[in-house]
């Protein structure tokens, strides 16, 4: 489901851009820009979201999920992903491959174009957007720790679909918490999520599909269409020593009421992640 992907997508890159808007609000003598260095960033993360069925059926399905990503001081980046997901009748995995370019500046603004080869297999009752590539535009400005965000997605498949997503998050930062190389960040988040619905009927008969769009039709909503699909909360708290992370992190949905009509509910989960940074610095 989107909401999963947005949550594990979020939770990776949180981290990074926490710290780099600590590291330009530290004073000229200790900051280290992130345009001074390439890094290496591992990453594990244990979820036990609340799964909502195209159905409307709810069930938990703990996840596990790795990344892998390569960042050159030029903005260019490389990674991987994996997730293998539990409690499912056959096995059930999916990765992604991904390729983009990252850009800050001095004003605050950013903006990222990427490129993800995706691959899934197991349960299809598991796998809800069916793609294998995509590609994302996103950019945000940092305003005095808070952090304006939209993106927006191409994804590539049975059917092609187009998302757009508006964020605000706030940066809270405390240093030197219990040791002097500690920190603690939080950036609770709120996000309003929009898109075009033609993966939702792709894999319906042509039975299921009239039926689906009469129902919609009733309630007053349009099949075959970009809408508002839901708003997300997302509360994601990280404790550093030097460069080792360990985040724990919040995500409640709530459907649009378009999707609320087609069977979905609020959706929530929770995530444990560890994150390492190797950074190659100049210096």
């Not at 990427?114 to 796998?127: A, I, K």
């Not at 498949?157 to 918490?177: A, G, P, Q």
């Not at 894999?203 to 508002?228: H, P």
């Amino acid at each position: 489901m989107r909401s999963i992907i947005f949550f594990f997508i979020f939770s990776s890159l949180f981290i990074f851009l926490s710290l780099k808007a600590y590291n330009q609000n530290t004073t000229d003598s200790t900051k280290t820009e992130t345009s001074d260095f390439s890094f290496i960033m591992l990453n594990a993360s244990y979820t036990n979201n609340n799964l909502e069925y195209l159905t409307g059926v709810t069930e938990k399905i703990p996840t596990l999920f790795t990344n892998l990503m390569f960042a050159h001081k030029s903005g260019i980046y490389l990674g991987g992903s994996y997730a293998n997901y539990f409690n499912t009748d056959i096995q059930t995995f999916e990765y992604d491959l991904e390729a983009g370019y990252q850009k800050y500046y001095d004003n605050g603004f950013d903006f990222d174009l990427s490129y993800s080869y995706h691959n899934y297999e197991g349960d299809t009752l598991l796998e809800g957007l069916n793609y294998n590539h995509s590609v994302g535009l996103s950019g945000g400005i940092d305003i005095d720790k808070f952090y304006l965000s939209g993106d927006i997605s191409y994804l590539h498949s049975k059917t092609d679909n187009y998302f757009l997503d508006l964020n605000l998050s706030r940066s809270i930062t405390v240093e030197e918490l219990f040791f002097k190389n500690d920190i603690l960040l939080i950036n609770p988040s709120i996000s309003l999520a929009f898109g075009t619905d033609y993966w939702v009927y792709e894999d319906m008969t042509t039975l299921e599909k009239y039926t689906t769009a009469v129902n919609l039709r009733i309630d007053g909503y349009s099949i075959n269409s970009f809408s508002y699909e839901g708003f997300d909360l997302f509360i994601p708290i990280s404790y550093g020593i030097n460069s080792m992370y360990l985040t724990f992190s919040w995500l409640y949905r709530i459907p649009g009421n378009k999707y609320k009509s087609l069977g979905w509910e609020d959706q929530s989960g929770i995530m444990i992640s560890l994150t390492y940074f190797l950074n190659f610095s100049n210096k």
